[in-house]
């Protein structure tokens, strides 16, 4: 499955990314601010296809809408 970032550049594992909008993380009260590089990133499956750790929220699933490849 080819999951692609915001601007269609195609992800895979390992690379880097940045996040493109302020999103709410359930559970978390705090937010993921645009801008936050989230380092190391796996690709699972689904609706939320990417899987990272950013430095104050671990465990993240995100999809790949928001996301821009750094």
Known sequence: MD???SNG???SDGDSVTVIK???VKGSSVPLKR???IKNI???SGDEAVEGNSDKIKGL???PEYLKKV
Do not use: A, F, M
């Open 42 to 44: 796996r690709i699972g």
């Open 9 to 11: 550049n195609l992800l």
């Open 22 to 24: 302020d999103l709410k």
């Open 35 to 37: 801008g936050t590089v």
């Open 3 to 5: 999951v692609r970032d």
């Open 61 to 63: 699933r995100l999809k």
